[in-house]
């Protein structure tokens, strides 16, 4: 078993900056992805991005390419989504998620934290 759990979200203005963070405890040996997911209001959840866990190589969907940047620190069993410039259409629910498939959607991963609100205002 695998506990997530995410902090860090916020209200925010466009333009501005925020910085999830998602502490990973359990059995954390069995997972090779780590994920980060967002639900807008009335919309599917969709994929943000992922940080492998053995290479460490991330992969994010386009819209928030170049914005956004995925990190891990092994030693505090913490994974980071840092979000810059961050654009009213970034509001949702982020979730981080791990897999034991290295996936960009859902149906990889097994694991789910509660979820940060990250609400971003004109």
């Known amino acids: 078993q695998v506990h997530l759990v995410e902090s860090g979200g916020g209200s925010v203005q466009t333009g501005a900056s925020l910085r999830l963070s998602c502490v990973i405890s359990?059995?954390?040996?069995?997972?090779?992805?780590m994920g980060w997911f967002r639900q807008a209001p009335g919309a599917d959840r969709e994929f943000v991005g992922y940080?492998?866990?053995?290479?460490?190589?991330?992969y994010y969907r386009d819209s928030v390419k170049g914005r956004f940047t995925i990190s891990m620190d092994n030693a505090k069993n913490t994974v980071y989504l840092e979000m810059n410039s961050l654009k009213s259409e970034d509001t949702a629910v982020y979730s981080c998620?791990?897999?034991?498939?290295?996936?960009?959607?859902?149906?990889?991963?097994?694991?789910w934290g509660q979820g940060t609100q990250v609400t971003v205002s004109p």
């Open positions: 359990g059995r954390t040996s069995s997972s090779a992805v």
């Open positions: 940080i492998t866990v053995r290479s460490g190589s991330t």
């Open positions: 998620a791990a897999g034991s498939v290295v996936a960009a959607n859902t149906r990889g991963y097994e694991y």
